[in-house]
T-cell receptor
Framework: GNSVTQMEGPVTLSEEAFLTINCTYTATGYPSLFWYVQYPGEGLQLLLKATKADDKGSNKGFEATYRKETTSFHLEKGSVQVSDSAVYFCALSTPTSYDKVIFGPGTSLSVIP | DTEVTQTPKHLVMGMTNKKSLKCEQHMGHRAMYWYKQKAKKPPELMFVYSYEKLSINESVPSRFSPECPNSSLLNLHLHALQPEDSALYLC????????????????FGDGTRLSIL
């Protein structure tokens, strides 16, 4: 079946450090891939997306590249800020999942000054 | 600002009460969702409505009853809930898969934090 695996953390970084959160997936067909972010006390927000192999999604300094050969969609940011502290979810949807989105377990990130 | 509006933001209810959660979107999305989320866990899908018809029920107990009165509104009626039902309830909407031809992102509200006494 379809699934998403990601490092669960918690991850603690100092401000201006480089961030990588690994995400790998298993899916039939050609999934669309997403990163969502959830700040404390809020719902999930779409951070970025990619719909086909080699697409790069980017937003707010975050980037992720759809790698079909390694079935990965790792999230990166060159310099994190305290305001990036949140939980990050990798997710996918496929033709076989219809309107469902499959979420990874989430990675909690804390950025300290 | 979120484009999906949920009310109320917080709800405390006893196990014998009846209450409803409400969700509204005006993005023209024809797929709408209810999720349950425990702290620092991913959302768990409960129900999916597509074109105002229930298309997916993830074996949710009957004490949760969804309703989609029109394409912009989604309700979740609650009755005789248990303490383990305390959680954040999220509503989401998206363009539906069949028309778009590929997986579409979901747009989430900020949720209703539900506490069962």
């Amino acid at each position: 079946g379809n699934s998403v695996t990601q490092m669960e953390g918690p991850v603690t970084l100092s401000e201006e450090a480089f961030l990588t959160i690994n995400c790998t997936y298993t899916a039939t067909g050609y999934p669309s891939l997403f990163w969502y972010v959830q700040y404390p006390g809020e719902g999930l927000q779409l951070l970025l997306k990619a719909t086909k192999a080699d697409d790069k999604g980017s937003n707010k300094g975050f980037e992720a590249t759809y790698r079909k050969e390694t079935t990965s969609f790792h999230l990166e940011k060159g310099s994190v800020q305290v305001s990036d502290s949140a939980v990050y979810f990798c997710a996918l949807s496929t033709p076989t999942s219809y309107d469902k989105v499959i979420f990874g377990p989430g990675t909690s990130l804390s950025v300290i000054p | 600002d979120t484009e999906v509006t949920q009310t109320p933001k917080h709800l405390v209810m006893g196990m014998t009460n009846k209450k409803s959660l409400k969700c509204e979107q005006h993005m023209g999305h024809r797929a709408m969702y209810w999720y349950k989320q425990k702290a620092k866990k991913p959302p768990e899908l409960m129900f999916v409505y597509s074109y105002e018809k229930l298309s997916i029920n993830e074996s949710v107990p009957s004490r949760f009853s969804p309703e989609c009165p029109n394409s912009s509104l989604l309700n979740l009626h609650l009755h005789a809930l248990q303490p383990e039902d305390s959680a954040l309830y999220l509503c989401a909407s998206s363009q539906e898969w069949l028309r778009s031809g590929k997986g579409q992102p979901q747009h989430f509200g900020d949720g209703t934090r539900l506490s069962i006494l």
